[in-house]
Nanobody, 112 residues
Framework: VQLQASGGGLVQTGGSLRLSCVASGIIVSSYTLGWYRQVPGKQRELVASLTPEGIETYDVSVKGRFSISGDSSVNTVWLQMTSLQPEDTAAYYC???????WGKGTQVTVSS
């Protein structure tokens, strides 16, 4: 299983980014996949997840600003991020911790 994350970058406060996670070796709609973020010195934390039944879960800090979605036809899970704040700065990872599947991170930096 491989998860390839992309789409990070530098954006100003209030800006938007869309992260993509392309999966190979699995069908994304068959597993709960999520986006996680980590800053140096802190634990990786859940940002948003999407179950095979289409149930979305969000951390309270991003609810209403971020949206997770997936499409099995292109085997991709996205994280649409809007109204970005400096505290959203982190390395973002897509993964399925229950399966111990992780992609490499993509850095998101929000300037004030």
């Amino acid at each position: 299983v491989q998860l390839q994350a992309s789409g990070g970058g530098l954006v100003q406060t209030g800006g938007s980014l869309r992260l993509s996670c392309v999966a190979s070796g699995i069908i994304v709609s068959s597993y709960t996949l999520g986006w996680y973020r980590q800053v140096p010195g802190k634990q990786r934390e859940l940002v948003a997840s999407l179950t095979p039944e289409g149930i979305e879960t969000y951390d309270v800090s991003v609810k209403g600003r971020f949206s997770i979605s997936g499409d099995s036809s292109v085997n991709t899970v996205w994280l649409q991020m809007t109204s970005l704040q400096p505290e959203d700065t982190a390395a973002y990872y897509c993964g399925a911790p229950d399966m111990n599947w992780w992609g490499k991170g993509t850095q998101v930096t929000v300037s004030s």
